[in-house]
């Protein structure tokens, strides 16, 4: 069995009721970046684009933007 690591972009915007351009302008990070995460599309986590999601959006917890899946 092979997990995989993903962040739940389109999960968090569903729940903060806001658009993949909305997260972008509120991070700083680029708009095909996110796109690429949302869409499972790239091979590593820049850890500094997670804290920017945390803070943006007032994200406590890590497991509300990463997981794994089987």
């Given amino acids: 069995m092979h997990k995989k690591v ?3 972009i389109n999960s968090i915007l569903n729940k ?3 658009s993949l351009r909305e997260l ?3 991070t700083d990070i680029r708009h095909a970046t996110l ?3 949302s869409n499972q599309k790239r ?3 820049n850890f500094q684009h997670i804290e920017k999601i945390a ?3 007032d ?3 890590i497991r509300e ?4 899946t089987v």
């Fill in 6 to 8: 993903i962040v739940k």
């Fill in 16 to 18: 903060h009721d806001i």
């Fill in 24 to 26: 972008t302008r509120r």
């Fill in 35 to 37: 796109s690429e995460l």
């Fill in 43 to 45: 091979q590593n986590i």
């Fill in 55 to 57: 803070e943006a959006l």
């Fill in 59 to 61: 994200i406590q917890d």
């Fill in 65 to 68: 933007i990463i997981d794994f």
